[in-house]
């Protein structure tokens, strides 16, 4: 799956764990999907999954990863990502936005971007097929960009992976009826019901879209006015979600649990972020339910391990911190219920406790 600074690729294991410590859990309710991981992870276990996000990438990302039937499409996928590999190169707009203006991609490298994604165009296939394949270049892009994980900027000089080949990889869709949807977080909670729903918004000012512009642009492939050294979609100026905002994070955590119809919830918040602690369990508890709050030791993202370097490239100051604390929050009404996925979250850490006996 692509690099992104919201991945919850390590903590998977754990949030997996607590869902299934509930009690009579069939359903599930993912309402910031972002790369699906999550989502991806409970299909894994047998769950049925509905994922939710509001960028065209990622709801494309929940298409392939959640909602397409191992079953149905892998055949078709399969050929088709075979007929993709063959497309030729064109000198189109991810060349000369991305590579030329911007160096997210050698220019070799996105010819044969710009080649594959009109030729998927040109083809007009079922949209889970489209979005297998639109998922597929999405992280063969990612396996051969020359950035740190963010599309905010790239690096100075060209990445090693940048010179490596671009190479099409079947996507690991999973058998299983399961569904996906591109709406506002709120209308989604009131709209979709489950046995338990995982939450994990933005927690700071960093907008998902301004993030990884490239990955929008390449699914939406609609050759948008851009503007900045990053060549970001006009867009990113105007959009900005609620949750990026200080004074409006509070309200907007509060808009989405309020219509939810689900037995248990999990929240996945950084202790680093907008809202604090106590104010995830005040409105937990507001709902009438039991919270427990694990914290879970994470690394920080990418920027903190690289450093802070002036306009220059040189290194300047140091960071503070290179670690921080992934706070998953569950709760419901039943507390022994709560209890025991709190201690399947934690059960790693005090395996490798007993371990240092």
């Known amino acids: ?22 009690p009579d859990v069939r359903s599930c309710l993912d309402l910031f999907s972002g790369t699906s991981r999550v989502g991806h992870g409970l299909k894994g276990r047998g769950y049925r999954v509905h994922a939710n996000d509001h960028l065209t990438f990622a709801y494309t990302l929940a298409r392939c990863y959640v909602e397409a039937d191992r079953r149905r499409w892998l055949g078709p996928a399969e050929r088709l990502l075979r007929e993709l590999s063959r497309a030729g190169p064109i000198d189109g707009y991810v060349t000369d936005v991305f590579c ?62 940048a010179h490596n080949d671009l190479e099409l990889r079947m996507p690991e869709i999973l058998a299983g009826s399961a569904s996906a949807s591109q709406m506002e977080a709120r209308e989604a909670a009131g709209r979709f019901r489950a046995d338990v729903a995982y939450l994990d918004p933005p927690y700071n000012q960093h907008s998902y879209m301004g993030n990884y512009h490239v990955w929008e642009t390449l699914v939406r492939w609609d050759a948008p006015a851009h503007y900045g050294i990053a060549c970001k979609r006009v867009d ?23 219509p939810l119809g689900v037995r248990f919830v999990i929240v996945s918040f950084n202790n680093e972020g907008y809202l604090d602690r106590a104010d995830l369990e005040s409105m937990l508890q507001a709902r009438g339910w039991y919270v427990r709050c694990a914290p879970v030791d994470h690394k920080r993202y990418v920027g903190a391990q690289i450093g802070i370097h002036d306009l220059k490239g040189r290194k300047v ?22 209890d025991a996925a709190y201690d399947a979250v934690l059960a790693p850490d005090r395996q490798k406790q007993l371990a240092l006996v």
């Not at 963010?150 to 060209?158: E, F, G, N």
Request: charged share 35%; net charge positive.
């Open 236 to 258: 990113c100026r105007e959009y900005r979600s609620p949750f990026n905002r200080k004074r409006e994070a509070k309200e907007a955590m509060r808009s989405v649990l309020e």
């Open 317 to 338: 100051g140091r960071v503070s911190h290179l670690r921080n604390k992934e706070l998953l929050f569950i709760a419901g009404e039943d507390a022994e219920a709560i």
């Open 1 to 22: 799956m692509i690099k992104y600074i919201g991945s919850k690729r390590v903590l998977v294991p754990r949030i997996v764990a607590a869902v299934d410590a509930l």
């Open 100 to 161: 030329r203006q911007a160096r997210y991609f050698h220019p070799r490298n996105g010819r044969r971007i710009d080649g594959i994604r009109d030729e998927i165009e040109r083809l007009d296939v079922e949209p889970p097929l489209k979005a297998i394949a639109l998922t597929a270049l999405m992280e063969a892009a990612d396996r051969v960009d020359s950035t740190t994980g963010l599309q905010m900027a790239y690096l100075k000089q060209w990445a090693p992976r």
